[in-house]
């Protein structure tokens, strides 16, 4: 039975005559993480600001654990572990000082202090430098003391703003993995700005656009089922210019277009085809009977950059 850990109903905050928010509605399984997206402005950190309890709806209502945040916030956020963008931390304590601070802050009971503090600082890779000061760490082992610090206290829920912002390419994957492995048994919600950290590390988007939720699917499916088939990539065997003299002059194919070679006597391309129109068949009969060898055929989904450039505007509009 799927277990509700974040439900969000009826949300609404406006900041003067300006609108943040419009009644959001969403709810998030446990064990799910969940990429929440959208432009500068789109009411992100509005939404954020107000499931941490830091910030009160005008309207609406959140539960996390089953628990109402504003009837009862203090043991709502008892489940909640929030790391902002700039990672609340101490640069002149050192990282087992401050997780011991973290600790009394948040009023742990766990029986063996010393034991609870390890056993979060080995699940983040902190372990080899709990004596060192916060100050004199890397970038991206400072993030990593900030993952920690939101895990303290068991929470079921972790909250996270751009926890990759700043790190090199070793560091953001690093911090990824480290990500999905806290996500097996949290849920969890990742704001960011970097799309592919959604496909790589998210099962779900939310797309948020001008207050108000746009999108909520799989990464992979939201581009809608519209999209389905009218993007063609193929691999075909033979001479490039005898291959799109054939494939422009079919009925149905709107655009196409050679990107290269990537086997020996072949040629890609992207074909774009008729909304609704299945074309794979129909091309693949015409090209063998040309003595052109399909290699390899597959819808080209659009990527989720260009279906959150794509929504953004249409929402805009």
């Known amino acids: ?6 439900e969000v109903c009826g949300l609404s905050k406006k900041y003067g005559r300006n609108r943040g928010i419009d009644n959001i509605s969403f709810s998030i399984p446990e064990g799910q993480i969940v ?3 959208g432009p500068n402005g789109a009411g992100k950190t509005t939404t954020m600001n107000i499931l941490t309890g ?3 709806a005008d309207s609406g209502q959140v539960k996390i654990a089953g628990i109402d945040i ?3 916030p203090k043991e709502a956020k008892r489940h909640i572990g929030y790391l902002p963008e700039q990672p609340p931390l101490n640069n002149a304590m050192t990282v087992r000082a401050y997780l011991n601070f973290v600790y009394e802050l948040k009023d742990v009971k766990s029986g063996d202090r010393d034991a609870y503090i390890a056993k979060i600082a080995a699940s983040v890779g902190l372990t080899d430098v709990r004596g060192r000061v916060i100050g004199h760490l890397s970038k991206g082992y400072r993030q990593r003391v900030g993952l920690a610090q939101a895990l303290v206290g068991d929470p079921a829920v972790l909250i996270l703003d751009e926890p990759t912002i700043g790190l090199d390419p070793r560091q953001i994957v690093e911090i990824r993995n480290v990500i999905k492995k806290m996500g097996k048994k949290r849920t969890i919600i990742l704001s960011t700005h970097i799309l592919p950290e959604v496909s790589a590390i998210c099962q779900r ?3 948020i656009s001008n207050g108000a939720i746009i999108a909520d699917n799989t990464p992979e499916q939201l581009g809608g089922a519209e999209e389905k088939n009218s993007a063609l990539l193929m691999r075909i065997g033979g001479a490039e210019d005898d291959i799109l003299l054939l494939l422009r002059g079919h009925e149905g194919i709107k655009m196409v277009e050679a990107i290269g070679s990537h086997e020996p006597h072949s040629h890609d391309f992207i074909i774009e085809c008729e909304s ?5 068949g129909v091309l693949v009969s015409a090209l063998t009977a040309a003595g052109h060898a399909v290699l390899m055929l597959r819808p080209k989904a659009p990527s989720l950059e260009e279906m959150f450039l794509k929504l953004t505007r249409e929402e805009v509009r």
Do not use: Q, S, T
């Not at 039975?1 to 974040?6: A, K, L, N, Y």
């Open 1 to 6: 039975m799927e277990v509700i850990v974040i």
């Open 35 to 37: 990429g929440f997206l």
């Open 54 to 56: 830091y910030l009160a």
């Open 70 to 72: 504003r009837e009862n």
């Open 205 to 207: 988007v939310l797309l």
């Open 276 to 280: 609704g129109v299945d074309m794979r």
